[in-house]
């Protein structure tokens, strides 16, 4: 799927520090409950064609555990620390609101530094997260907004 160097220790931690960075940072802009995020990351399959590889994960909080690699987190990391490799990725996040809503945001990551959507852009970023055309209705429920900067 992804290659990342092994030789070099030191790289790879400071690699899973910047992407876990970058998540702590996206829990806090998205604020309290629940929160649905999506990272989907082009690829070149063995047969030249373009494929993606995508991955999800709730997070409720700026708390992960960072040790079970196994962890949905854990997978979400890996794949924002692959846009270090050259590539980029899109990170989307769906937050509940008390009253039933969500709020989707989305950013273009590119060497884990995420490059905040706008609303319209957002929506485009959600077509493309749930394979639907831009012309398909939306359900009422779902709000685009400007996504905040990251730290």
């Not at 082009?42 to 994960?57: D, S, Y």
């Not at 990170?91 to 609303?119: E, N, Q, Y």
Request: hydrophobic share 45%; net charge negative.
């Amino acid at each position: 799927m992804i290659n990342f160097p092994s030789h070099d220790l030191p790289a790879a931690r400071e690699l899973a520090r910047r992407s876990m960075t970058l998540l702590r940072s996206l829990a806090c802009a998205a604020g309290e409950g629940m929160h649905h995020l999506t990272v989907v990351m082009p690829t070149k399959e063995e047969n030249g064609r373009i494929g993606c590889v995508e991955a999800q994960c709730l997070i409720d909080g700026p708390v992960f555990n960072e040790d079970d690699e196994n962890d949905p987190v854990t997978v979400i990391a890996l794949l924002l620390a692959a846009t270090t490799t050259g590539t980029s990725a899109m990170l989307a996040a769906r937050s509940l609101d008390a009253d039933g809503g969500v709020r989707f945001m989305s950013w273009m990551v590119r060497d884990l530094t995420a490059h905040p959507a706008t609303a319209e852009q957002s929506h485009v970023a959600y077509c493309v997260s749930e394979d639907i055309d831009l012309c398909d209705p939306v359900p009422p429920a779902i709000t685009f907004v400007d996504a905040p900067a990251l730290a």
